[in-house]
């Protein structure tokens, strides 16, 4: 029996809100904490810090929102194509029938999915040359400030500065940054490029970077996995140490360092040397050199007494010198006269071999005359070619212009006759020769060529004839196309 309108239903009443509330009520008890496993797609940062995405697989659609204090605990950064395993809750939002994840942990799907995100952004990074091992520089021996960039309450900072006060105390420069989780890896990013801009007056700039980080998984390491941590180490001008993680450890800022050192406190012992050590080789150098010194001189004086005993004596040397001095004295006293004299005949003897100006100046006359002489004949060659050639010019001048008159005149009769032809092949396609065998042009108003299927009472149409044309308006009775296949003996009036 169908109840009528008046009769009361016993299936209770909702209201919207009420029939929402219990929705919403029902979705978060049941589903307070689910692992859904997706790929990232349509990720959004908003300005407030939220984070809106979607996960999806081939057969559904989940939308999901991680708040901004849960987004600055995530251990990756999330990015569009990612596959991961997100944990959190599922909601209601009752203002548009939607349901959607809130998101408190996230993680990529598996290890062979993170390691293979990691071997694509290597080769890439690589294709570009960032790891050439032509762009790393040498490691000073003795930095004098040494810049760190690491957590400044972890274990990593402590062991570092103990093992520097251990080996060799310098000075060093802590710049403080988080090693995990969101905006980890823009803050080891600002820190290389914070100490690479020091100015030269005020703080001073170091000599070494070592950026450093404990051990932990691949996901708590991720953040030095990221490109703008690795082109901040590759751009840097200062020499850098990266120790991220255990030995077994490797991230991609490993291959853009100058260096890598297996552990933190391995890369306080790559930066500077043992000081016992240094001054001990020092001293071991020093002892060395003035042994070697003092056999040098030892050496030396035996060989001075063994040279000594070969030389003359003194006075002997002296005495004989003495002796040879006055004879040289006593010969340049006779020397000079008789080399006067000498000089004095040469000079007679070239006199003599002089020929005098007078003679001279004759002579080039002569050249001078002979020359001129020479040029004139020379010039009135050269006239007469010139002018035997420009009268071979104008001969031929001359004979190209006869040849030219008649060319021109064949020119002309040729285009002529091209002309003439092309003129008649013109005629033979114009419409008017069909008109000439009886055949007329109908036209419309604006001049356009017209069917029997345009015709239509009153219009205005034009009839070109070969004798000339007149204007006409198609009538009541114009004739209509028939349809093919029918015959039709009557013929409607044009006009």
Same mark, same amino acid.
């Given at each position: 029996m169908? &109840?009528?309108?008046?009769?009361?239903?016993?299936? &209770?009443?909702?209201?919207?809100?009420?029939?929402?509330?219990? !929705?919403?009520?029902?979705?978060?008890?049941?589903?307070?904490?689910?692992?859904?496993?997706?790929?990232?797609?349509?990720?959004k940062?908003?300005?407030?810090?939220?984070?809106?995405f979607?996960?999806?697989?081939?057969?559904?659609?989940?939308?999901?929102?991680?708040?901004?204090?849960?987004?600055g /605990?995530l251990?990756?950064?999330?990015?569009?194509?990612?596959?991961?395993?997100?944990?959190?809750?599922?909601?209601?939002?009752?203002?548009?029938?939607?349901?959607?994840?809130?998101?408190? =942990?996230?993680?990529?799907?598996? *290890?062979?999915?993170?390691?293979?995100?990691?071997?694509?952004r290597?080769?890439?990074?690589?294709?570009?040359?960032?790891?050439?091992q032509?762009?790393?520089?040498?490691?000073?021996?003795? &930095?004098?400030?040494i810049?760190?960039?690491?957590?400044?309450?972890?274990?990593?900072? +402590?062991d #570092?500065?103990?093992?520097?006060?251990?080996?060799? &105390? +310098?000075?060093v420069?802590?710049?403080?940054?988080?090693?995990?989780?969101?905006?980890?890896?823009?803050?080891?990013?600002r820190? #290389?490029?914070?100490?690479?801009?020091?100015?030269?007056?005020?703080?001073?700039?170091?000599?070494?970077?070592?950026?450093?980080?404990?051990?932990?998984?691949?996901?708590?390491?991720?953040?030095?996995?990221?490109e703008?941590?690795? /082109?901040a180490?590759? @751009?840097? =001008?200062?020499?850098l140490?990266?120790?991220?993680?255990?030995?077994?450890?490797?991230?991609?800022?490993?291959?853009a360092?100058?260096?890598?050192?297996?552990?933190?406190?391995?890369?306080?012992e790559?930066a500077?040397p043992?000081?016992?050590?240094?001054?001990a080789?020092?001293?071991?150098?020093?002892?060395?050199?003035?042994?070697?010194?003092?056999?040098?001189? @030892?050496? +030396?004086?035996?060989?001075?007494q063994?040279?000594?005993?070969?030389l003359?004596?003194?006075?002997?040397?002296?005495?004989?010198? +003495? !002796?040879?001095?006055?004879?040289r004295?006593?010969?340049l006293?006779?020397?000079?006269?008789?080399?006067?004299? /000498?000089?004095?005949?040469?000079?007679?003897?070239?006199?003599?071999?002089?020929?005098?100006?007078?003679?001279?100046?004759?002579?080039?006359?002569?050249?001078?005359?002979?020359?001129?002489? /020479?040029l004139?004949?020379?010039l009135?060659?050269?006239? *007469?070619?010139?002018?035997?050639?420009?009268?071979?010019?104008?001969?031929k001048?001359?004979?190209?212009?006869?040849r030219l008159?008649?060319?021109?005149?064949?020119?002309?009769?040729? *285009?002529?006759?091209?002309?003439?032809?092309?003129?008649?092949?013109?005629?033979?396609?114009?419409?008017?020769?069909?008109?000439?065998?009886?055949?007329?042009?109908?036209?419309?108003?604006?001049?356009? !060529?017209?069917?029997?299927?345009?015709?239509?009472?009153?219009?205005?149409?034009? #009839?070109?004839?070969?004798?000339?044309?007149?204007?006409?308006v198609?009538?009541?009775?114009?004739?209509?196309?028939?349809?093919?296949?029918k015959d039709?003996?009557?013929q409607?009036?044009?006009?």
């Amino acid at each position: 029996m169908i &109840p009528t309108m008046n009769e009361r239903s016993n299936v &209770p009443e909702f209201s919207v809100a009420e029939l929402s509330g219990a !929705l919403k009520r029902t979705v978060e008890e049941t589903f307070a904490h689910v692992r859904v496993r997706g790929e990232i797609s349509g990720f959004k940062r908003h300005s407030s810090g939220h984070l809106y995405f979607a996960l999806k697989d081939a057969d559904a659609v989940l939308d999901a929102v991680c708040w901004r204090g849960q987004a600055g /605990r995530l251990a990756m950064a999330p990015e569009d194509g990612m596959e991961v395993i997100a944990t959190g809750r599922l909601t209601t939002y009752p203002g548009r029938s939607k349901y959607q994840m809130v998101v408190e =942990r996230m993680e990529l799907a598996g *290890q062979g999915a993170l390691l293979k995100l990691l071997e694509d952004r290597r080769r890439k990074l690589a294709a570009e040359g960032l790891f050439e091992q032509a762009r790393k520089k040498p490691i000073p021996f003795l &930095p004098a400030v040494i810049g760190i960039v690491t957590s400044p309450t972890g274990a990593v900072i +402590r062991d #570092i500065l103990h093992r520097l006060a251990d080996r060799f &105390p +310098r000075r060093v420069l802590l710049w403080p940054v988080a090693v995990q989780g969101d905006g980890a890896a823009e803050q080891v990013a600002r820190a #290389i490029q914070g100490f690479n801009t020091f100015p030269q007056d005020g703080v001073p700039r170091p000599d070494l970077l070592i950026v450093a980080r404990g051990g932990g998984s691949v996901e708590d390491l991720w953040a030095f996995n990221e490109e703008v941590v690795v /082109r901040a180490a590759a @751009e840097s =001008r200062i020499p850098l140490i990266s120790a991220v993680g255990h030995e077994t450890d490797t991230t991609l800022i490993d291959f853009a360092s100058d260096l890598r050192a297996p552990t933190p406190t391995a890369a306080a012992e790559m930066a500077v040397p043992v000081r016992a050590e240094l001054v001990a080789t020092v001293a071991d150098c020093t002892a060395r050199l003035v042994g070697a010194m003092a056999r040098g001189l @030892e050496e +030396r004086r035996i060989r001075v007494q063994h040279l000594s005993r070969a030389l003359p004596n003194p006075r002997r040397v002296i005495d004989d010198a +003495r !002796l040879k001095l006055d004879d040289r004295a006593e010969r340049l006293g006779l020397a000079l006269p008789n080399l006067l004299h /000498r000089r004095q005949a040469d000079l007679d003897k070239l006199s003599g071999q002089l020929r005098h100006p007078r003679e001279l100046l004759a002579a080039k006359a002569h050249q001078l005359d002979s020359l001129s002489t /020479r040029l004139g004949h020379a010039l009135k060659s050269a006239l *007469q070619a010139e002018k035997a050639r420009q009268d071979r010019l104008a001969l031929k001048l001359e004979q190209v212009g006869q040849r030219l008159a008649p060319s021109m005149t064949r020119l002309l009769a040729e *285009q002529a006759r091209r002309l003439d032809a092309s003129a008649k092949l013109l005629e033979s396609y114009s419409y008017k020769n069909v008109l000439d065998r009886g055949f007329a042009v109908v036209r419309d108003g604006d001049g356009k !060529l017209v069917s029997a299927a345009d015709a239509q009472t009153g219009a205005a149409w034009s #009839i070109e004839f070969k004798d000339g044309k007149t204007d006409v308006v198609v009538g009541h009775g114009a004739a209509k196309p028939k349809a093919k296949g029918k015959d039709d003996v009557r013929q409607g009036s044009l006009l």
